[in-house]
T-cell receptor, first 113, second 113 residues
Framework: KNQVEQSPQSLIILEGKNCTLQ??????????LRWYKQDTGRGPVSLTI?????NTKSNGRYTATLDADTKQSSLHITASQLSDSASYIC????????????FGSGTRLSIRP | DTAVSQTPKYLVTQMGNDKSIKCEQN?????MYWYKQDSKKFLKIMFS???????INETVPNRFSPKSPDKAHLNLHINSLELGDSAVYFC????????????FGSGTRLTVV
């Protein structure tokens, strides 16, 4: 069964600290993996997209890694800011069909001043 | 502003009623989607339209009927609302059916009482 599991479910860190969010998937065949940021009361916004051949991709203070062999991805946030408080959702695509796109339930990140 | 806009943002209604949610995108995208985000925060696809043509219809009760008058609009009509329909419904669009650079709307929180 195609699944995407994220950990931790929630995380609280102090402003300025770094953190890493995890995503494990069993989706097959693998097409691509995206990380989205969802602010409270808003729709998700894409941060990064990674295909099978890519190991790492950065978007400002966000760096995503992908290990296609172990089917794991991580999202590292550097020097966190209060505006980073949001849910971060890992999304894995099994093929070119939107019906084969599997969303994780997200990690709720709270940044404290 | 270029965006995906959906209305209303909040909808509270009684069981058995019929309601509609509207979605419009001015991004020039060909493909539009309806997603449901349940209480556990999982996003699940419901429908997808490409240039007014239905291309994805997941296992959704036939009380839900999407309508796309043109490629910039995708509305969702729900008949005989049930308590279990309470959720946040997101509209999204992408340039075409094979590109998953989704742009999401802000969501409609539906509460059935």
């Amino acid at each position: 069964k195609n699944q995407v599991e994220q950990s931790p479910q929630s995380l609280i860190i102090l402003e300025g600290k770094n953190c890493t969010l995890q995503c494990n998937y069993t989706v097959s065949p693998f097409s691509n993996l995206r990380w989205y940021k969802q602010d409270t009361g808003r729709g998700p916004v894409s941060l990064t997209i990674m295909t099978f051949s890519e190991n790492t991709k950065s978007n400002g203070r966000y760096t995503a890694t992908l290990d296609a062999d172990t089917k794991q991805s991580s999202l590292h946030i550097t020097a966190s800011q209060l505006s980073d408080s949001a849910s971060y959702i890992c999304v894995v695509s099994a093929s070119s069909s939107a019906s084969k796109i599997i969303f994780g339930s997200g990690t709720r990140l709270s940044i404290r001043p | 502003d270029t965006a995906v806009s959906q209305t209303p943002k909040y909808l509270v209604t009684q069981m058995g009623n019929d309601k509609s949610i509207k979605c419009e995108q001015n991004l020039g995208h060909d493909t539009m989607y309806w997603y449901k985000q349940d209480s556990k925060k999982f996003l699940k696809i419901m429908f997808s339209y490409n240039n007014k043509e239905l291309i994805i219809n997941e296992t959704v009760p036939n009380r839900f009927s999407p309508k796309s008058p043109d490629k910039a609009h995708l509305n969702l009509h729900i008949n005989s609302l049930e308590l279990g329909d309470s959720a946040v419904y997101f509209c999204a669009s992408s340039p075409d059916r094979g590109d998953y650079g989704y742009t999401f709307g802000s969501g409609t929180r539906l509460t059935v009482v």
